[in-house]
């Protein structure tokens, strides 16, 4: 979603927002690039409608609205809390990309990215490039059985060239870690609150969970996991047979 674009010079510039956030994005010299704002949706309304200059003497200036997201099933509400105000950023904090490798420091901090090193997970790909900028891929049979599950997205556009793109998970499993997804960059949220930033304790940009993987201690080759979305929730029993997972839904409900 685009709000508002504006040219300064041969620079232009336009607000938007995707399921992460908020973002500024510029285009010069034909290039593009996107710097994220770390303002939360569950908090800061956008108006669509702006009537003054985006950028002004080195500053964003968005107009909108305080909230507080009440939760609905399937959708979220909107409750003001302070209308008519107006947020400024200073575009030098914001541009700010210390290491250089196209993220802003500010997203980097709110996903808990390295903003001091241009490739985090220390794999040799660097964060803006690399699918899992989080931690290093491995192969397995049981991070082959978190990329089965992973949602995909049939007839989507192609969200790999993507690189603002990115679906998150909240899971503190080792294998969901190490996956190397085919669809679409991933990051991961640590499962404990104390340990994940601000931005994303407030902002749910979960919108799929996988569950950590259980064993049936009866039967070694057995094991159980639930995957849920926003509709549903499935669990399923899984059995590593011939090199291959086999997969037998076992419950489940829809909301
Ligand atoms: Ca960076
Ligand atoms: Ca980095
Ligand atoms: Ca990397």
Not at 9 to 37: C, E, M, Q, V
Not at 63 to 71: A, D, H, N, P, R
Not at 108 to 131: A, M, Q, R, W
Request: net charge negative; with cysteine; proline share 4%.
């Amino acid at each position: 979603m685009i709000y508002k674009q504006q040219n300064v010079g041969n620079t232009k510039y336009a607000l938007g927002r995707n399921d992460l956030g908020y973002w500024l994005l510029k285009i010069a010299d034909r290039k593009p690039s996107a710097y994220f704002l770390g303002l939360s949706f569950s908090h800061y309304y956008f108006n669509e409608i702006q009537n003054q200059p985006l950028i002004k003497d080195g500053v964003l200036k968005v107009e909108g609205s305080l909230v507080q997201i009440v939760k609905v099933p399937r959708h979220d509400d909107y409750s003001a809390i302070a209308d008519g105000k107006m947020f400024k950023v200073n575009l030098r904090e914001l541009m700010k990309d210390t290491d250089q490798d196209g993220y802003n420091d500010i997203f980097e901090k709110c996903f808990g990215l390295n903003p001091d090193d241009k490739d985090s997970d220390g794999d040799g790909v660097n964060d803006f490039t690399d699918i899992n900028p989080m931690y290093r891929s491995e192969k397995n049979k049981f991070t082959e059985l978190y990329e089965m599950l992973l949602p995909t997205y049939a007839g989507a556009p192609d969200f790999k060239k993507d690189p603002y793109h990115f679906e998150v998970f909240k899971t503190n499993c080792d294998y969901f870690h190490q996956i190397n997804p085919e669809e679409y960059k991933v990051l991961f949220i640590p499962e404990n609150e104390d340990k994940q930033s601000y931005y994303v304790r407030f902002t749910d940009v979960c919108d799929f969970g996988i569950s950590k993987i259980r064993k049936n201690k009866e039967f070694p080759e057995r094991f159980y996991i639930n995957k849920w979305d926003s509709r549903s929730s499935t669990d399923y029993a899984a059995e590593y047979r011939n090199g291959k997972w086999e997969l037998e839904m076992i419950g489940g409900i829809v909301i």
